[in-house]
């Protein structure tokens, strides 16, 4: 069974006076991705990537069109619905690391398994593992303000996955860092998602980036061109 | 749960000064209302106590029919040993007995109406502050172990002005017996009363009980028994102490033709007094609820702001999952703690500030003072510290920030989560 499939997925927004202008930001896409993929999604600045990402996130509802997570239809999903979908199958990295910043990195990482209901002793064992596992054994008391970005990022990456999500979805993850921070950062997607089979789907607009998936889908025009 | 608790408290200090001056609203209207609400009761409490303190008592036991209709013959028959009783009981401060009766007060050439009063000495002092209102001459000698009561009396200065008569001269008081037969009284005058209130200057009569009841063949009876506590709110008309000792000491029950004794409290003695007290409490009590409100807009105001500085936070705890009711759940707790800092800096300094300002006393300026004197009221408001209201001040505060926080957080509700993410922080 596929972990994400799409059906002429639209999604458009109406601008100017009386909303005459119609933006096609996706566009009758259909996409299918199988567990354990390292997808990349590309293409230049409008094309609707981040759009697509958005729905694959249950964090948008489309115009049209259906979106499945595994077996679960999201179209009809109330709020509550798609918040306990997101909570227990996804994985979020955003651009600008979006951590919390008056909790540490073990805390940050903890807070999204305390709202998943898992008890204090697990949590913080699972948290430790996690932030060992992307190479900060040793910051795990430290709040995002005292890490680098790239260190603010495996932070990010370490809360998004210590959940055990079914799909990890990365919003541009290495937009905001150097060369070698972005590659040292990749090369750990790459390994997490070897090592522990997560399904990941990665925005990016870096045609360096994107090569680290072993799928790519370039978008134009809110639709997929290959 | 822990990590709740810190996430709220470390949000609290992201921008301390917004925090202590918040903390500071709501440690300021503590403040206010302790200390204000401890004066406001302390001078319900001067009013009522000096109130009663004239001739009533915070209590007064007296024959039903006889406070429908004072007549004379309406006597309390073991009022005494019920007073004796009654001040033999730790919860009562003072009780004495007196009699009453209208009189025609008369020297050789004039006659006033007069109301006499037979009082025990040594107890009056101890329920009224008339006896310290003679300010010539001396109040009533206590009997002590003499069987006969002195016959002297103590009047009012305006009755001695209206009667051409001073200290050492002699007053006739006409009145009527029970038994409708004439009742006649002479005594010497030891004192003068200047009570400050026209209306006892000019009639009263305070004479030995003994003597009154001599002279208005009383037969050991009087008219009332007046009892005062230590703090009035302990009065009740219906307090087993005073019923038993009723019972055991008053030959009047439900059958007898008086009907049962009747016992009133203060506030039906003194229906103009709780009429005060309770107007007094109605503005004040809108003043207060403007203040709570506006403090309370502050609290609601502090937080809109803050929830916008915090949308992209917010947003992204909705993307990985977190309910709206669980971020409003963050958010009160932050107020809770919010409010619980201000609420005990303002009571500690509430308490401190009441306890000692209330000791120094306040004063109402120097006219105020002299015309207070001329009533025999204390020339300062004295008050102690409310402890009710302490955690009554503290409990609205915590109610009214959350309820602030509650309607300025409804936003997380349709916050739109691609839009918040994207805010900038």
């Known amino acids: 069974m596929s972990i994400v499939r799409c059906e002429e997925l639209s999604r458009y927004y109406y601008q100017g006076a009386e909303n005459a202008i119609e933006v096609r930001a996706l566009d009758q896409v259909d996409l299918q991705i199988e567990p354990g993929e390292f997808v990349s999604i590309a293409g230049p600045s409008g094309s609707g990537k981040s759009t697509l990402l958005n729905m694959l996130g249950a964090l948008d509802q489309p115009t049209s069109g259906k979106i499945w997570i595994q077996d679960e239809l999201l179209n009809g999903l109330n709020k509550t619905e798609l918040a306990d979908l997101r909570l227990r199958r996804l994985g979020f990295v955003f651009q600008s690391y979006n951590l919390i910043p008056v909790l540490s990195a073990r805390e940050n990482v903890e807070f999204v398994l305390q709202l998943q209901g898992v008890g204090a002793a697990p949590r913080k064992a699972r948290a430790d593992s996690m932030l060992e596992r992307v190479g900060l054994g040793e910051l795990t008391d430290r709040r995002p303000a005292e890490m680098s970005g790239g260190q603010q990022q495996r932070v990010a990456i370490a809360r998004a996955l210590a959940s055990e999500p079914d799909l990890l979805l990365a919003d541009e993850p290495s937009a905001n860092l150097d060369s070698q921070t972005t590659a040292d950062l990749m090369n750990l997607l790459t390994e997490l998602n070897r090592s522990l089979g997560t399904t990941i789907v990665m925005v990016t607009h870096d045609t360096e980036v994107m090569h680290y998936a072993e799928r790519q889908i370039k978008m134009r025009d809110g639709k997929i061109v290959n | ?425």
């Open chain 2, 1 to 425: 749960m822990q990590l709740v608790w810190a996430l709220a408290w470390r949000n609290l200090w992201r921008n301390p000064r917004r925090t202590l001056l918040s903390a500071g609203a709501v440690a300021f209207m503590v403040f206010i209302l302790i200390f204000v609400v401890s004066m406001q009761y302390g001078s319900y409490d001067t009013m009522v106590n000096h109130g009663a303190s004239v001739v009533h008592g915070h209590v007064q036991i007296q024959r039903t029919d006889y406070v429908d209709e004072p007549r004379v013959r309406f006597v309390l028959e073991g009022a005494q040993a019920l007073a004796t009783r009654l001040r033999n009981d730790k919860s009562i401060k003072a009780a004495t007995a007196r009699a009453m009766s209208t009189a025609l007060a008369s020297n050789e050439e004039t006659t006033h109406g007069a109301m006499v009063i037979g009082v025990d000495p040594a107890n009056e002092s101890k329920v009224s502050w008339l006896p310290r209102a003679v300010d010539e001459g001396r109040y009533l000698a206590t009997t002590g172990n003499r069987t006969a009561p002195a016959a002297e009396a103590v009047i009012g200065r305006v009755l001695a002005k209206n009667l051409g008569l001073t200290v050492g001269d002699e007053i006739v008081l006409l009145g009527v017996t029970p038994e409708d037969g004439m009742a006649v009284l002479i005594a010497n005058i030891v004192g003068l009363i200047s009570s400050g209130q026209p209306a006892l200057d000019r009639a009263l009569v305070h004479v030995p009980l003994g003597l009154f009841q001599e002279a208005f063949e009383m037969q050991g009876a009087a008219h009332s028994v007046a009892v005062m506590y230590d703090d009035f709110n302990d009065a009740s008309a219906d307090s087993d102490v005073l019923n038993n000792a009723i019972a055991d000491t008053l030959k009047e029950t439900a059958d007898t033709p008086g009907g049962p004794p009747n016992v009133a409290l203060w506030n039906r003695l003194m229906p103009e007094i709780q009429g005060a007290i309770d107007s007094d409490k109605a503005s004040s009590g809108v003043l207060y609820s403007v203040l709570v409100i506006l403090v309370t807009f502050s609290i609601a105001n502090t937080f809109v702001m803050m929830l916008f500085e915090r949308t992209r936070e917010f947003g992204t705890l909705l993307a990985m999952g977190a309910k709206p009711l669980t971020l409003r759940g963050t958010i009160q707790l932050e107020t809770l703690l919010l409010a619980a800092i201000g609420g005990l800096v303002g009571a500690l300094l509430g308490a401190l500030t009441t306890y000692f300002v209330g000791q120094a006393g306040i004063s109402l300026g120097a006219e105020a003072e002299s015309v207070l004197a001329q009533f025999q009221m204390p020339e300062r408001i004295h008050f102690g510290v409310l402890w009710k209201a302490l955690p009554m001040a503290v409990l609205l505060m915590i109610c009214t920030t959350q309820l602030a926080a509650w309607f300025a957080t409804q936003r997380v509700h349709r916050m739109q989560i691609v839009e918040a993410i994207r805010e900038e922080m």
